[in-house]
């Protein structure tokens, strides 16, 4: 199945300088990154794709987050309301990030990793 493309970034957490939240947008020719300021409580970006999709997997890289949910919604509403797609994960166990071990991961969420009747809708917003 294809990729979804990012159309463009609705809102963002504080990022680190030349790690912004455009640096998403990116073709897919070159890595980019997008990293939130640390020691933060949370960080978050919101994307708007190019149109609604059927969203059966989800790719995430990550540096430093012990735990990720990912949450859609629909751009057509007036206020969106944001759904789960995928549970709280952990990408670090307690002990790494208390040490500063093993950072940088990759996560491929599946269609079983997800919350069926979320991922059964198609979605344009992913936060």
Not at 10 to 27: C, H, I, K, P, R
Not at 39 to 49: A, E, K, R, T, Y
Not at 73 to 96: D, G, L, R, W
Request: with cysteine; proline share 5%; charged share 25%.
């Amino acid at each position: 199945m294809p990729a979804a493309k990012f159309k463009f970034i609705v809102s963002s957490s504080d990022s680190l300088q030349g790690f912004e939240a455009e640096n998403l947008l990116s073709d897919g020719r070159a890595r980019t990154k997008w990293k939130g300021k640390a020691g933060v409580p949370m960080n978050s970006v919101i994307l708007q794709m190019d149109r609604e999709h059927l969203i059966s997997s989800i790719d995430v890289g990550n540096e430093s987050s012990a735990l990720i949910e990912i949450l859609v919604a629909k751009s057509c509403e007036y206020q969106p309301i944001y759904h789960t797609i995928v549970p709280s994960s952990s990408f670090m166990n307690p002990i790494e990030s208390r040490s500063s071990k093993n950072c940088n991961r990759v996560r491929m969420f599946s269609s079983f990793d997800m919350i069926p009747a979320v991922s059964k809708q198609k979605w344009d917003l992913i936060k």
